[in-house]
Nanobody, 124 residues
Framework: QVQLVESGGGLVQAGGSLRLSCAAS????????MGWFRQAPGKEREFVAA????????KYADSVKGRFTISRDNAKNTVYLQMNSLKPEDTAVYHC?????????????????WGQGTQVTVSS
């Protein structure tokens, strides 16, 4: 498995921005699709965004379209989630995950390796 470590979370005011990073170690994520999911207290894990290996295909949850952008720098084994116009309902622990099949899925079960998450809190 690829080890994934998220960073960049924090406390921001509504309307602010954060950029999350997910760094892969142990192995490269060559050929892997990558995704971001989030989980708020008392709620199930929710799909946020995903990107294919070459970045040619991306998917976003309807709730974040137009506000969040997923990208990757394969030379650095890193995937990013740029979050703009943040809302209180974006508050959650954000996890990155890898899919060795390079399938840009919105379903968590298709992703085999997961990071521990980074907390994003948006105040109103």
């Amino acid at each position: 498995q690829v080890q994934l470590v998220e960073s960049g979370g924090g406390l921001v005011q509504a309307g602010g921005s954060l950029r999350l990073s997910c760094a892969a170690s142990g192995r490269t994520f060559s050929g892997y699709a990558m995704g971001w999911f989030r989980q708020a207290p008392g709620k199930e894990r929710e799909f946020v965004a995903a990107i294919s290996w070459r970045g040619w295909t991306t998917k976003y949850a309807d709730s974040v379209k137009g506000r969040f952008t997923i990208s990757r720098d394969n030379a650095k084994n890193t995937v990013y989630l740029q979050m703009n116009s943040l809302k209180p309902e974006d508050t959650a622990v954000y996890h990155c995950a890898s899919n060795a099949d390079n399938f840009v899925s919105t379903t968590a079960s298709y992703f085999g390796s997961w990071g521990q998450g980074t907390q994003v809190t948006v105040s109103s």
